[in-house]
């Protein structure tokens, strides 16, 4: 079973501040989704990675795929409260390229 | 509309008792997925579909079935439910060519198991 370990959990900022969320696993994935999820609500995908090093930008987000495609980053600069919902990493393996997903960072911007 | 629709958005019921959560899709896409969250544990894979005669399971497919009854349609059920089911559920769907396509979520049914 393949694991993938976000971090933090939990995370409560004030609108404007940076932050960075972390997804980790000691597997290689043929390619990386983040998904956010507001309350009442089914994911949506945020942006996918695949090649090693990738660094993909979506307006203040900020996405990095490792060089050993195991671990990514989603940096957000200046936080919004508009920011605030479930980041879930989902990791694609295997020919059906099914995705295992980690267990989310719930993150609060306060205004 | 939504282009992936899971009914009913809300269901108590009680212990022992079958129950069915339905999946539309309007995506025209081959492959389902049916996915149970609960709080700290993430998005955790019961049954996949990649088409009407391919069924597999997940993760945590014990005590759930699946039917695809159409391209468009897949459905879960719980036929005994118990309490430690009590979860929010989430069907998807994705395109079939290609690795990286992304999953799209309908909008969950919360159920709750007395």
């Known amino acids: 079973t393949q694991l993938l370990e976000q971090s933090p959990q939990f995370l409560s900022i004030q609108e404007g501040e940076n932050l960075t969320v972390y997804c980790n696993s000691s597997?290689?994935?043929?390619?990386l989704q983040w998904y956010r999820q507001e309350p009442g609500e089914g994911p949506v995908l945020l942006v996918t990675v695949v090649t090693g090093g990738e660094v993909k930008k979506l307006k203040r987000l900020t996405f990095q795929f490792g060089d050993a495609r195991k671990d990514s980053s989603l940096h957000i600069t200046a936080a919004q409260p508009g920011d605030t919902g479930l980041y879930l990493c989902?990791?694609?393996?295997?020919?059906?390229?099914?995705?295992?997903f980690g267990k989310g960072t719930l993150l609060t911007v306060n205004p | 509309d939504a282009d992936v629709t899971q009914t009913p958005r809300n269901r108590i019921t009680k212990t022992g008792k079958r129950i069915m959560l339905e999946c539309s899709q309007t995506?025209?896409?081959?492959?389902m997925y049916w996915y149970r969250q609960d709080p700290g544990l993430g998005l955790r894979l019961i049954y996949y579909?990649?088409?009407?005669?391919?069924?597999n399971k997940g993760e945590i497919s014990d005590g759930y079935s699946v039917s695809r009854q159409a391209q468009a349609k897949f459905s879960l059920s719980l036929e005994s439910a118990i309490p430690n089911q009590t979860a929010l559920y989430f069907c998807?769907?994705?395109?079939?060519?290609?690795?990286?396509?992304?999953?799209?979520f309908g909008d969950g049914t919360r159920l709750s198991i007395l």
């Open positions: 995506k025209g896409h081959d492959r």
């Open positions: 579909s990649f088409d009407v005669k391919d069924i």
């Open positions: 989902a990791g694609a393996t295997g020919s059906n390229y099914k995705l295992t």
């Open positions: 998807a769907t994705s395109a079939r060519q290609g690795s990286n396509q992304p999953q799209h």
């Open positions: 597997s290689v994935f043929s390619s």
